[in-house]
T-cell receptor, first 112, second 114 residues
Framework: GNSVTQMEGPVTLSEEAFLTINCTYT??????LFWYVQYPGEGLQLLLK?????DKGSNKGFEATYRKETTSFHLEKGSVQVSDSAVYFC???????????FGKGTRLHILP | DAGVTQSPTHLIKTRGQQVTLRCSPK?????VSWYQQALGQGPQFIFQ???????QRGNFPDRFSGHQFPNYSSELNVNALLLGDSALYLC?????????????FGPGTRLLVL
């Protein structure tokens, strides 16, 4: 079945450091890929998405590229801020059904 | 424009009881999905409603049931609560049946079963 695997946290970085959170997926067909972010005490917010191979999603300085050959969708940011501290979820929707499949989440701590 | 709203925000129940959680979708949205997020885990799909019918269901027992009303709001009912039902329950909404449309999540209802 469809699944998402992302790097385990917590990830702790200093402010202005470079961020990478790895995500790989297994899916039949041609899924759409997403990164969601969950700030403390809040619901999930869509951070970025990509709907086909080689698409790059970007938002708020975060980027991720849909790599079909490596079945990956790694999240990157060049310079993190304390306000980026949150839990990040990689997710997919298959084109064969309509449920979002989430990874387990990666908790990110940014130190000032 | 109000986003997805859920009520209550927190709830404490005891084993064997029944609970009803409520969700109002974002304005203009007609499709509602429910997810269960256990502590430290990613959300798991429970079911989806469109046009007042359950359209898809995840791997959850029949104790989990739902309803969608003509105004597109939705309820999640859980019967015979177990300790393992303790989780954050998230509602998500979007327009139509096209899976590629962005889903918007509410803040969730945190359920604790004692």
């Amino acid at each position: 079945g469809n699944s998402v695997t992302q790097m385990e946290g917590p990830v702790t970085l200093s402010e202005e450091a470079f961020l990478t959170i790895n995500c790989t997926y297994t899916a039949t067909g041609y899924p759409s890929l997403f990164w969601y972010v969950q700030y403390p005490g809040e619901g999930l917010q869509l951070l970025l998405k990509a709907t086909k191979a080689d698409d790059k999603g970007s938002n708020k300085g975060f980027e991720a590229t849909y790599r079909k050959e490596t079945t990956s969708f790694h999240l990157e940011k060049g310079s993190v801020q304390v306000s980026d501290s949150a839990v990040y979820f990689c997710a997919l929707i298959s084109n064969r059904d309509d449920k979002i499949i989430f990874g387990k989440g990666t908790r990110l701590h940014i130190l000032p | 424009d109000a986003g997805v709203t859920q009520s209550p925000t927190h709830l404490i129940k005891t084993r064997g009881q029944q609970v009803t959680l409520r969700c109002s979708p974002k304005s203009g949205h007609d499709t509602v999905s429910w997810y269960q997020q256990a502590l430290g885990q990613g959300p798991q799909f429970i079911f989806q409603y469109y046009e007042e019918e359950e359209r898809q269901r995840g791997n959850f027992p029949d104790r989990f049931s739902g309803h969608q009303f003509p105004n597109y709001s939705s309820e999640l009912n859980v019967n015979a609560l177990l300790l393992g039902d303790s989780a954050l329950y998230l509602c998500a909404s979007r327009t139509g049946l096209t899976a590629q449309e962005t889903q918007y999540f509410g803040p969730g209802t945190r359920l604790l079963v004692l």
